[in-house]
């Protein structure tokens, strides 16, 4: 079957927006042609929603791992600063840890894509700075933000800052039945697999921003699929994949999460039968759906080709977040500060960028706003982004010895003021429940970690804001699922720098969230500085831990 073409009226929106720009553009640049600007690099970065690197997440992604990875770097250490989509995708957009940008969770409540959000981030944006300041013609489609398109904030008439081309989906993650705003007016989709189908329908409109944008500028274009993303809707010709294909059963598979917080304490373990059956065919279905963004990835790499464009351009490739199925007895999310949630692929491919190359250098979601600006040339320095730039590590002019060695992972928690029907025992204050009392979040998950990668420790450190100030350590060289939670027997002193190091980061801004790790050779650890205005903190803390 072949994949569909966006219906007529999308396709002559389409090509009068792009003609109408190109024009004037051409127009402007026919008579004076700068050759500086005309060499700068092509960037496109194809977003996923839920995609994991832990369970297994890339397997299905062929021809994306050929083509993008082993034509480029596969990074194997790439985190995000909070496992939850709205909050990821603001540091994406921003370059900035949650505490800088505002925004909490998928709500509008939690600043996602509210009006707050709107007036204060946006026009900071790196898109915004490659508009304004790099002269870069720009082009989003897909998933913005979970609330994108809320009549309280604007409504799909609302067109961010920093975009010259605009196919944003209303709303969170679908696969038919959804709203586009096409430069501010809305579009509706039905669910004729030949028009509507989203992710091949993000990939259609792509192709034609390729084919007709102008050829005097350089252009970014960002691609942010809905798959992996429930509701899990496979295109009919992938539909019968992966039949035998089940979630992992890694050792953190179905066990109980005995000396964790206690949200991971409270599921039930073992998982009964249809749970486990439920998450296997979700596994199964989210793979299904990815077969069509590893399509998408070979029609934009083709493209280029054809046009003489692939080797002037750069491709990333990630994802906001990570995801479980069936880890330590939670049934399917994210939200939480293991592995699974918090780990992500990234994969890229451009200009002096060495084929099959990997690196397991520590990079976060909150650089890849600083990394694309470099690329474009623009002056990282001059925003107030708390990320960095690993362009230097992909030409291979930065190493372990002048790279970072932690970074910062925030996440608050959701809960609900009445009680759950399914699950009432646990009382107000949780959500996410799934039909036999498992809750996936709660108002106290609400936590922050030190990830830390060196070359000489591979640590997690977290502190949980409740009455508890529940802590949890791991060592993920000796256990890399995350098993045994070290907390209470590892060494007084590593805890202390560790907390000196999670409070300094919780309160970073710009150049002072790059500043030295624990481990890095370059820390200096004054004990003293722990007790200016944080002595009660530290005191719960360590009573904690006897």
């Avoid at 996602?112 to 002269?135: D, M």
């Avoid at 998982?271 to 070979?298: C, H």
């Avoid at 054809?306 to 479980?324: A, K, M, P, W």
């Amino acid at each position: 079957m072949t994949s569909p073409r966006p219906g007529l009226r999308s396709v002559a929106l389409m090509r009068l927006a792009l003609m109408c720009v190109t024009l004037l553009t051409n127009s402007a640049a026919v008579g004076n042609i700068n050759m500086n600007l005309y060499r700068r690099p092509n960037i496109v970065l194809i977003l996923t929603d839920d995609l994991d690197s832990s369970i297994g997440g890339m397997i299905p992604l062929n021809k994306t791992r050929t083509l993008i990875g082993d034509a480029g770097i596969t990074f194997t250490n790439t985190f995000v600063a909070s496992p939850l989509c709205c909050p990821s995708r603001a540091s994406i957009l921003t370059g900035k840890y949650p505490h800088n940008h505002h925004v909490i969770n998928n709500t509008l409540e939690g600043n996602c894509s509210s009006q707050a959000w709107q007036k204060s981030q946006e026009p900071v944006t790196f898109p915004a700075l490659l508009q304004k300041y790099g002269y870069y013609q720009t082009f989003f489609a897909g998933k913005y933000l979970n609330e994108y398109g809320n009549k309280q904030a604007g409504g799909v008439e609302h067109v961010p800052p920093g975009w010259d081309y605009w196919f944003a989906l209303e709303r969170n993650s679908k696969y038919y039945n959804y709203t586009l705003s096409v430069n501010g007016k809305a579009q509706r989709h039905g669910q004729n697999y030949s028009q509507d189908y989203l992710t091949d329908v993000l990939a259609n409109i792509s192709l034609d921003f390729l084919q007709y944008k102008s050829n005097y500028r350089p252009f970014f274009m960002m691609v942010s699929t809905p798959a992996p993303h429930f509701p899990w809707t496979a295109a009919p010709q992938y539909d019968g994949q992966f039949s035998d294909v089940k979630a992992p059963r890694d050792p953190n598979f179905n066990i109980h999460g005995k000396d964790k917080h206690w949200l991971i304490r409270q599921a039930k373990t073992p998982m009964t039968n249809s749970s486990v059956e439920y998450l296997d065919n979700a596994y199964r279905k989210r793979w299904r759906t990815l077969l069509s963004v590893d399509d998408l990835v070979e029609k934009i790499v083709k493209k280029l080709e054809i046009r003489g464009e692939l080797e002037n351009t750069y491709i990333i490739f990630t994802s906001d977040n990570g995801y479980h199925t069936g880890q330590f007895s939670l049934p399917l999310d994210k939200r939480q500060l293991y592995e699974f949630d918090i780990r992500v692929p990234l994969l890229v491919r451009g200009p002096n960028i060495k084929p099959n190359q990997t690196s397991p250098l520590l990079v976060a979601n909150i650089d890849l706003g600083p990394t694309i600006l470099d690329m474009a040339g623009y002056d990282v320095n001059k925003t107030q982004m708390d990320g960095m730039s690993y362009l230097p590590v992909m030409t291979g002019k930065a190493n372990s010895s002048t790279w970072r060695t932690d970074f910062l992972v925030e996440y608050e928690g959701e809960g609900h003021n009445v009680s759950d029907p399914a699950c009432p025992i646990l009382g107000p204050g949780v959500s996410e429940c799934f039909p036999d009392c498992v809750c996936e979040d709660s108002y106290n998950n609400t936590y922050a970690c030190v990830r830390t990668v060196s070359q000489t420790a591979n640590l997690q450190y977290c502190e949980f804001d409740d009455n508890e100030v529940f802590v949890e350590v791991y060592n993920l060289t000796a256990d890399p699922f995350q098993l045994t939670n070290i907390a209470k027997t590892i060494d007084q002193e590593v805890l202390e720098k560790m907390n000196h190091r999670l409070m300094m980061l919780q309160s970073c801004s710009g150049q002072s969230c790059r500043t030295p790790g624990v481990y890095d050779s370059r820390f200096k650890f004054d004990p003293r500085l722990m007790f200016s205005g944080l002595s009660p903190h530290i005191s719960k803390l360590r009573q904690t831990l006897k």
